[in-house]
């Protein structure tokens, strides 16, 4: 009987792993990164709580470096890239771990450079860790996540 609840208690706890996060923002997506990059969706922060049920906008791809070193191009739905010139406001990121089963964020710059937006991101504290961007358009404010980074 004990080896029953015992059981049924790891599951429930593994789970809940499952579940994490939010269940991520926007749809899975399956394109590759033009550099070498994770890509994932763009979606308008009011339709964050909709989850894999939200509009893509636009695709992100998110290229680090070892010494933390962040950059983010902006694609539109075939991939090609936007202009950020003049599309896009300011992006600003967000570091986020979980510290004691509450979500911690730290904010970081970025600046467009070229191509891409690049900027530092704060040294995580735990991993896995996610970093979320907040993008700013004329007009509305998008958001895009890359979750359980390590």
């Not at 890509?39 to 709580?49: N, Q, T, W």
């Not at 894999?52 to 739905?77: C, F, I, M, N, S």
Request: hydrophobic residues 40%; positive net charge.
């Amino acid at each position: 009987m004990k080896l029953g609840h015992f059981i049924v208690g790891l599951a429930m706890s593994l789970s809940a792993h499952a579940f994490a996060h939010d269940e991520g923002h926007g749809p899975k997506l399956s394109d590759a990164g033009k550099y070498g990059g994770l890509v994932s969706p763009v979606i308008d922060m009011k339709e964050a709580a909709k989850g894999t049920h939200a509009a893509v906008v636009y695709k992100a791809e998110l290229v680090r470096t070892a010494d933390g070193k962040v950059r983010l191009y902006l694609y539109d739905q075939q991939m090609a890239p936007i202009d950020t010139k003049s599309a896009v406001t300011s992006v600003k990121g967000f570091l986020e771990v979980k510290v004691k089963g509450k979500y911690k964020q730290e904010p970081f710059s970025l600046t467009l450079d070229g191509k891409s937006f690049v900027g530092l991101a704060p040294k995580s504290t735990s991993k896995p860790f996610n970093i979320d961007f907040h993008i700013k358009e004329a007009g509305r404010e998008l958001l895009t996540a890359f979750d359980n980074l390590d």
